[in-house]
């Protein structure tokens, strides 16, 4: 997903989960959270993910939302291995969907994915809500008076009333949206609408474009993308010192009993990355009766 989108999916979610959800039919939404990166074991995070209490329901609901741009193959990637993980956590299978932006040729989003052993004795299958935004009638989105389903109405079905429609979006966020949050679904709004329609005639349509670079709400996704991705490289960082260290041991040690070693050999060493392979072949280095032994098991 291009980045401004994603970022505009990922506030829209938070801030305005029951919105998103409504989008899927899903009404009496008292209370949600929104769980961070943090809160949960997902390898690969979704866009969101909600823990949500709904009217009626004893129980708190889990709700995994991906939000593609375009149809693509990596969503149910996504969506499966999101799904796994947060039974996995909870115990319990979130209620996956996906809403799609915009159509892309004949491509589409699968609602399901099924997964099998070589042998076929074990079998998943893995099904998800798949959500088609242009082939919603925006009207229909717009009379709910809901601020947090506004940014969404430009991609739905306008039939042939584009910007009168767009002009029904701006007014009704200049309404019903709280001061804080004017500006921001605004933005939200421009962004979204510029995967239709010509995004510079947007921005001068909503405002002035100073507004993405000035937005809080864009300001605070990019300060907490950037902290996680710092993390993430010293998380890497300190994985790398660690395979280095292994992989000088084992250099250390071959050329201690075989001196006269050829540097390939070392080269190779240095060229592994996998921690359980160099321990295997430190073991081999102190046990191998000759250097011809080792360099076997080395390849």
Do not use: N
């Not at 159509?103 to 070589?118: A, D, I, T, Y």
């Not at 029904?168 to 200049?174: E, F, G, H, K, Q």
């Not at 300190?238 to 201690?256: A, F, S, T």
């Not at 359980?276 to 081999?284: P, T």
């Amino acid at each position: 997903m291009a980045q401004e989108y994603d970022k505009c999916a990922k506030w829209l979610i938070q801030h305005h989960g029951d919105s998103v959800l409504r989008l899927f039919g899903i009404e009496h939404v008292e209370s949600y959270r929104s769980l961070h990166p943090e809160q949960i074991a997902l390898r690969r995070i979704p866009d969101g993910y909600l823990e949500v209490v709904r009217r009626g329901h004893d129980q708190r609901r889990y709700y995994l939302i991906e939000v593609a741009t375009r149809p693509e193959d990596r969503v149910e990637l996504q969506l499966s291995s999101g799904t796994m993980a947060s039974y996995l956590e909870h115990g319990v299978l979130p209620e996956a969907v996906c809403l799609v932006l915009h159509p892309h040729g004949r491509q589409w989003v699968p609602e399901f994915l099924e997964l099998h052993s070589p042998e076929r004795w074990t079998r998943c299958r893995i099904d998800w809500r798949v959500l088609e935004l242009w082939k919603l009638p925006a009207d229909a989105l717009l009379d709910t008076g809901d601020v947090g389903i506004v940014p969404w109405v430009p991609l739905a079905d306008v039939g042939d009333s584009g910007m009168e429609t767009i002009e029904r979006c701006c007014r009704l966020i200049d309404e019903r949206a709280p001061e804080q949050e004017r500006e921001s679904l605004l933005v939200a709004t421009a962004i979204l609408a510029g995967l239709r329609y010509d995004k510079d005639e947007m921005f001068r349509f909503f405002g002035d474009s100073r507004m993405v670079i000035e937005s809080p709400w864009l300001k605070e996704i990019f300060e907490r993308e950037t902290r996680e991705q710092r993390q993430k490289e010293r998380q890497e960082g300190r994985q790398e010192g660690r395979q280095e260290e292994r992989q000088q041991l084992v250099v250390r040690l071959l050329k201690k009993r075989f001196p006269d070693m050829p540097e390939a050999t070392a080269e190779a060493v240095r060229s592994i990355h996998d921690d359980a392979r160099l321990d295997e072949l430190f073991d081999v280095a102190a046990d191998c009766p000759d250097l011809e032994s080792f360099q076997r098991k080395l390849a």
